[in-house]
């Protein structure tokens, strides 16, 4: 943690907790003991994240099955994957709701870019059918921990990034002069603070340089980032957000300009089975 970062934490006088519901699927899936019964007995303890959990399987981009009404019904419609990364997702994110009365607009931007990466993340590695990707949907919805944090905690500081960026320099470089740190640094250490996986964690820090990585998920949701922002999905108000594509995703993820053409021109229909989620 470099000096920056470090002073700026220790301003944070009540650091969230884990809810209840997330903390202990972490523990399950830590133990290994990630058997569905157990996830599924967890997450009916809190009706708001069952709630939510149901109107993602009930979603059109996954296309299959009857609408379902409790998560049992959910798990045999998306999968046991599918659910345990919304929970956890969604249970996390919502610790930050509210934080900030006079800037809900900035909480609701970040929470539907989240989702929408997630979502994103979770189509790009189906259209290159690939395995053991099965924590790509958790990746993809937590990437923007760090934006969560100082918008909550610092919005100074997140208004004064915003307005160097609007002067035409890259995010990365307006965090550095305000801040001295990256929103992937702040995020990456309240996930190491919450005990999440070392591979979230990852992702977390690395999602706008994946180069400096070698986790094939910081490429995936580096990619389902700069995609979601390109289609009006942006973390914050000011258009033009996205960086560039990092190159190093081509080689990550064994893919071409041509097959990332490939997907995005199928992604408008993504969005589309996506309705009033993205509100």
Not at 184 to 189: D, K, Q, R, V
Request: proline residues 4%; hydrophobic residues 45%; contains cysteine.
């Amino acid at each position: 943690m470099n000096d920056s970062l470090r002073i700026l934490t220790q301003r944070i006088l009540k650091l969230p907790t884990v809810p209840p519901v997330a903390d202990k699927i972490i523990q399950l899936v830590s133990s290994k003991a990630s058997v569905v019964n157990s996830i599924v007995e967890t997450i009916e303890t809190d009706p708001a994240i069952s709630a939510k959990v149901i109107s993602f399987a009930n979603a059109a981009f996954f296309r299959t099955g009857q609408p379902v009404t409790i998560i049992q019904d959910a798990v045999m419609k998306i999968g046991f994957d599918n659910v345990k990364s919304i929970a956890l997702g969604i249970a996390l994110l919502t610790l930050f709701k509210g934080k900030q009365d006079t800037d809900e607009g900035g909480y609701h931007n970040i929470n539907r870019h989240s989702i929408v990466v997630g979502v994103f993340s979770k189509e790009i590695v189906d259209f290159m059918g690939w395995k053991n990707h099965e924590d790509i949907f958790t990746n993809g919805l937590l990437h923007d921990l760090g934006l969560m944090v100082m918008n909550a905690f610092f919005p100074e500081i997140y208004a004064g990034i915003e307005d160097k960026f609007k002067t035409g320099m890259s995010f990365p470089d307006a965090e550095n002069e305000v801040c001295g740190f990256t929103h992937g640094e702040i995020g990456a250490w309240l996930a190491d603070k919450w005990n999440l996986p070392n591979n979230m964690c990852e992702v977390i820090r690395y999602h706008h340089n994946p180069s400096l990585s070698s986790s094939t998920a910081a490429a995936i949701v580096h990619l389902a980032d700069i995609i979601a922002i390109r289609r009006g999905f942006s973390p914050m108000s000011s258009v033009g957000f996205e960086g560039p594509l990092d190159i190093a995703v081509m080689r990550l993820l064994g893919m071409n300009e041509e097959r990332i053409e490939q997907f995005e021109s199928g992604i408008e229909e993504i969005i589309a089975m996506g309705g009033n989620m993205w509100l």
